[in-house]
């Protein structure tokens, strides 16, 4: 469980590189430039295509018609859900409305992309629907597996203290931790601080913001929700008005849940984020829950927009009501190795 999010982005598969299709589609509005990920690329081995957005097809589209991505099992899942107990089909019968009001379960459905034609849908609701039914249980499992393996970091680190002794298998894990997360020392209280999850309002609002709701070339053609940089060639697409002598790519995945690993490693390693783990730590010090408005204020390297950037997501998480998701929790999938 510990390396679960390591292994998980370590495997990342940059895609299609191609600029076919536009940055968005009509009616949304794209997010600025991230700052560059500290996230280590890997090897290509495979590419895929996604559908290209055709203006002329834009067409108002029932929910049900939506050609949603195939299931993903993700590490240390069973297999049994995917026969039958839960399916796409679980995705377009959730209401949102009995989510947030804690009347309906959130089930355990991981898309690898977003639906092909979500672009197509021309009722901004239903964009943003599909987008957080999407987006929420991937934000979720991966969360899982940090506070899972938080939750083990901080009942060695406790017993360290009390005790003074652990076992090697304990001291490595703690050690190939302190390696992941990039701390350096031995420095428990710093590793504190890198190894906990990220608000789902905050995840939902910036790839909102970052990805247009699921419909920017970016998210369509390599699930780049979050807009994270990559200067390795090939690594990403090219964005179309990139400026001469720039380099950057926005970076690409294999698929979704890499995305939100990489995006979740890289608010809790990224040298340009130490305020915002910082005040997240605050919070935990004083028992109290994560504020994503607050935690947001602490991004301000997250884009070259700066304030404006920390308003307009502010501004989503509200008028979305996007902090609703922040005490979601998935329906358990019956796996012997599922997060609690």
């Given at each position: 469980m510990?390396?679960?999010i390591?292994?998980t982005?370590?495997?990342l598969i940059?895609a299609?590189?191609?600029?076919a299709?536009a940055?968005?589609?009509p009616?949304n509005?794209?997010?600025a430039?991230?700052?560059a990920?500290?996230?280590?690329?890997a090897?290509?081995?495979?590419k895929f295509?996604?559908?290209?957005?055709?203006?002329a097809k834009?067409?108002?589209?029932?929910v049900s018609?939506?050609?949603?991505?195939?299931?993903?099992?993700l590490?240390?899942q069973?297999?049994?859900?995917?026969r039958?107990?839960f399916?796409?089909?679980a995705?377009?019968?959730?209401?949102?409305?009995a989510?947030?009001?804690?009347?309906?379960?959130l089930p355990?459905?991981y898309?690898s992309?977003?639906?092909?034609?979500?672009?197509d849908l021309?009722?901004?609701?239903q964009?943003k629907?599909?987008?957080?039914?999407?987006?929420?249980?991937?934000?979720l499992?991966?969360?899982?597996?940090?506070?899972a393996?938080r939750?083990?970091m901080?009942?060695?680190i406790?017993r360290?203290?009390e005790?003074?002794n652990l076992s090697?298998?304990?001291?490595?894990?703690?050690?190939?931790?302190?390696a992941?997360y990039?701390?350096a020392n031995?420095?428990?209280?710093?590793?504190?601080?890198?190894v906990d999850?990220?608000?789902?309002?905050?995840?939902?609002a910036q790839?909102?913001?970052?990805s247009?709701?699921g419909?920017?070339r970016?998210?369509?053609?390599?699930?780049a929700?979050f807009?994270q940089r990559?200067?390795?060639k090939?690594?990403?697409?090219?964005?179309?008005?990139r400026?001469?002598g720039?380099s950057y790519?926005?970076?690409?995945?294999s698929?979704l849940?890499?995305?939100?690993?990489?995006?979740?490693?890289?608010?809790n390693i990224?040298?340009?984020y130490?305020?915002f783990?910082q005040?997240?730590?605050?919070?935990?010090?004083?028992?109290?829950?994560?504020?994503?408005h607050?935690?947001?204020?602490?991004?301000?390297?997250?884009s070259?927009?700066?304030?404006?950037?920390?308003?307009?997501i502010?501004?989503?998480?509200?008028?979305?009501?996007l902090?609703?998701f922040?005490d979601v929790r998935?329906l358990s999938?019956?796996?012997?190795?599922?997060?609690?």
């Amino acid at each position: 469980m510990a390396a679960a999010i390591a292994a998980t982005c370590a495997a990342l598969i940059p895609a299609n590189s191609s600029q076919a299709g536009a940055e968005m589609s009509p009616g949304n509005v794209f997010g600025a430039a991230t700052m560059a990920a500290k996230i280590s690329d890997a090897a290509t081995t495979k590419k895929f295509t996604v559908s290209t957005f055709d203006p002329a097809k834009a067409l108002l589209m029932p929910v049900s018609r939506l050609q949603l991505a195939s299931l993903m099992p993700l590490p240390g899942q069973r297999l049994e859900w995917q026969r039958g107990r839960f399916s796409t089909q679980a995705l377009l019968d959730l209401s949102l409305a009995a989510l947030r009001r804690g009347e309906a379960a959130l089930p355990p459905v991981y898309l690898s992309r977003f639906p092909d034609n979500l672009a197509d849908l021309r009722d901004a609701k239903q964009r943003k629907d599909i987008f957080i039914k999407t987006v929420l249980p991937l934000v979720l499992r991966a969360n899982d597996e940090v506070r899972a393996t938080r939750q083990r970091m901080l009942s060695l680190i406790r017993r360290k203290q009390e005790q003074g002794n652990l076992s090697a298998n304990e001291r490595a894990f703690l050690n190939q931790l302190a390696a992941q997360y990039e701390v350096a020392n031995g420095d428990l209280n710093e590793l504190q601080k890198r190894v906990d999850v990220i608000p789902a309002s905050l995840a939902l609002a910036q790839g909102a913001e970052e990805s247009g709701w699921g419909t920017s070339r970016f998210a369509r053609q390599g699930n780049a929700v979050f807009g994270q940089r990559t200067f390795r060639k090939g690594g990403g697409l090219v964005p179309t008005g990139r400026e001469a002598g720039q380099s950057y790519e926005v970076k690409a995945f294999s698929n979704l849940y890499t995305s939100v690993c990489s995006y979740i490693l890289n608010l809790n390693i990224h040298t340009a984020y130490k305020s915002f783990r910082q005040k997240r730590a605050e919070f935990r010090v004083g028992g109290e829950p994560l504020d994503s408005h607050v935690l947001m204020g602490a991004l301000m390297s997250y884009s070259e927009r700066g304030h404006k950037y920390i308003d307009t997501i502010r501004v989503i998480i509200r008028a979305n009501r996007l902090d609703d998701f922040d005490d979601v929790r998935l329906l358990s999938d019956n796996s012997e190795n599922s997060p609690s």
